[in-house]
């Protein structure tokens, strides 16, 4: 009988075949992915001599973020072409970085040949009501000037960009698309290609001008504090400081397109007026020169936009774009106002960045 004492079993000696199995596991298996070489994010400071002394009391040093390709520091010879990207309202340029993950999305699509190595510059552009709106004010400054002036001959200065309009794109998405938009009719000798992500306010509508119950606390509140647990509020004052600014006047320096009355909102019709043609699509008709110098125009928008005037605002510029024969692509998505912008799957890298890819002059 066979006791556990007297199993007592050597196998002859052999090579050890486990590392063999694993070395010849291995050999068929696929190389890991390459990492992308890394660019880096320079945090830089411009104070700004136009925003200097606004009435607004805006803060005039403004941070820009920077976005440098690998190599940047390696070939001091090259010069390389530039976005400039516009954030949303109540954004900024840290949170497009540390939050929406630009950079490493950046360096994957250079990785990938989405597009070539570029700088891309995002300002910080988020007010004491959270956003300026790209635009001139009376009461806020003229942040559409230092946006397409001031900024570009900063980066100019600072950064081996290609010093050139026909090197330089515009992109941004919500507030950022407003002021795609915007800056594209305004300073037709400063970019050569604008792509807008689900603008804001492109045509007015009653969602974005309306706001109701919104205005009533906009036309009541008589501090900032009085405002800052209603988006829309906020939104409203931002808007009226930006696009019908009365300087050293009023509450916020700004009149509302409603009063607030004993029992009703009235409607002041000189303010809405001052609103719609601040749009884009009513500065449309007296710029189309400035369109029609643009290499490439293209603005896309979610079908699912929480934002119910987008979509509607969007397809109207759309069919007075082509009306008035204006080169452009316009695109909707099935998706809503944020969940379709970054990422690998998001528009940014699947259609901005091969946009300008095609139309920036690159060294």
């Known amino acids: 009988m066979l006791t556990l004492r007297s199993w007592n079993f050597h196998p002859p000696r052999q ?14 298996l696929p190389a890991p992915a390459q990492m992308p070489a890394k660019g880096r994010v320079v945090v830089t400071y411009l104070d700004s001599k136009l925003l200097k002394g606004n009435p607004g009391g805006e803060n005039p040093r403004r941070r820009v973020s920077v976005y440098l390709p690998a190599g940047y520091e390696a070939n001091a010879s090259r010069r390389y072409p530039t976005l400039y990207y516009l954030h949303g309202f109540t954004w900024n340029d840290s949170l497009i970085f540390h939050a929406d993950g630009m950079a490493a999305l950046l360096d994957e699509a250079i990785a990938a040949g989405q597009i070539r190595p570029l700088v891309v510059v995002v300002p910080n552009e988020q007010t004491l009501f959270q956003g300026s709106f790209y635009a001139n004010s009376a009461t806020n400054g003229p942040w559409a000037d230092f946006t397409a002036k001031e900024l570009v001959s900063f980066i100019d200065k600072n950064y081996r960009t290609l010093a050139r309009p026909a090197s330089r794109g515009l992109a ?34 009653p969602e974005w001008m309306a706001a109701r119950p919104s205005q009533s606390l906009a036309s009541r509140a008589t501090t900032p504090a009085g405002l800052m647990q209603d988006f829309n509020a906020v939104r409203l004052v931002a808007c009226a400081r930006a696009f019908s600014p009365t300087p050293g006047r009023g509450t916020f320096g700004a009149a509302l ?13 000189t303010v809405l007026a001052q609103w719609g043609a601040s749009s884009p699509l009513n500065l449309l008709p007296t710029h189309l020169a400035s369109l029609r110098q643009l290499r490439g125009l293209a603005f896309d928008w979610g079908e699912q936009d929480q934002f119910q005037h987008i979509p509607a605002t969007c397809r109207t510029l759309d069919a007075h774009l082509s009306a008035y024969g204006i080169p452009h692509t316009a695109e909707s998505y099935e998706g ?16 901005v960045l091969p946009f300008f890819n095609q139309l920036l002059q690159f060294e």
Not at 257 to 269: K, V
Request: no cysteine; hydrophobic share 40%; net charge positive.
């Open 15 to 28: 090579p050890h075949l486990m590392p063999l199995l694993l070395l010849a596991l291995l050999w068929r």
């Open 172 to 205: 941004g998405h919500s507030m950022g698309g407003n002021g795609t938009l915007r800056l594209a009719l305004l300073y037709p000798d400063t970019y050569a290609a604008a792509y807008a992500l689900s603008p804001a306010f492109a045509a007015p509508h």
């Open 257 to 269: 397109p409603y009063s607030f009355g004993a029992d009703s909102l009235r409607h002041r019709d």
């Open 336 to 351: 809503n106002h944020g969940n379709r912008i970054m990422g690998h799957d998001g528009r940014f890298y699947r259609k």
